[in-house]
T-cell receptor
């Protein structure tokens, strides 16, 4: 049984570009949450998707958007990239609000 | 809104000694509480959770945590530290009975000295 998988593992972009990160949840999980973890910091909640809709959102600008597909997989899109968007982006899946299972993350570097 | 505080950026403990990593939380209702561990360049791994019941929760790798409602604390403990316990530890909270997000503390780096 595969756990949470994220792609790509590493990504380098330049300021102003757009990026799409992908996540496949653990089998049987229906909820996907996205977190941003800057170097030396705790994960910051971006948003959560359930039944293909954004259910909760953290304090992130509209440049951050997402999507959940019928198979529960999810994408995180970031437009107009800033240097400060450089971070580890973590996807986590869960069932009925129970504990989160995390992927290994996508390391995004914005130059 | 819920919040989590981890007052120590780093904790140093000699191998074989007991360890404690502190966490306090704030929620308007009853909490779900979690501890996660992160190794370099990896995602977070679940250690243990408190939902209800016994205030002492046992988890993976010999870790346990004590829920204290009056002090709104959920400190992580282990009776005898191992060098392999060295990692970054995160406390997290979610409010019970709400479809709410899980919020993480800033983390505490644990160094176990051989």
């Amino acid at each position: 049984d595969a756990g949470v998988t994220q792609s790509p593992t590493h990504l380098i972009k330049t300021r102003g570009q757009q990026v799409t990160l992908r996540c496949s949840p653990k089998s049987g999980h229906d909820t996907v949450s996205w977190y941003q973890q800057a170097l030396g910091q705790g994960p910051q909640f971006i948003f959560q998707y359930y039944e293909e809709e954004e259910r909760q959102r953290g304090n992130f600008p509209d440049r951050f958007s997402g999507h959940q597909f019928p198979n529960y997989s999810s994408e995180l899109n970031v437009n107009a990239l800033l240097l400060g968007d450089s971070a580890l982006y973590l996807c986590a899946s869960s069932l009925a609000g129970e504990k989160l299972f995390f992927g290994s993350g996508t390391q995004l570097s914005v130059l | 809104a819920q919040s989590v505080a981890q007052p120590e950026d780093q904790v140093n403990v000699a191998e074989g000694n007991p360890l404690t990593v502190k966490c306090t939380y704030s929620v308007s209702g009853n909490p779900y509480l979690f501890w996660y561990v992160q190794y370099p360049n990896r995602g977070l791994q679940f250690l243990l959770k408190y939902i209800t019941g016994d205030n002492l929760v046992k988890g993976s790798y010999g870790f346990e945590a004590e829920f204290n409602k009056s002090q709104t604390s959920f400190h992580l403990k282990k009776p005898s530290a191992l060098v392999s316990d060295s990692a970054l530890y995160f406390c997290a909270v979610r409010e019970v009975d709400r479809d709410d997000k899980i919020i993480f503390g800033k983390g505490t780096r644990l160094h176990i000295l051989p």
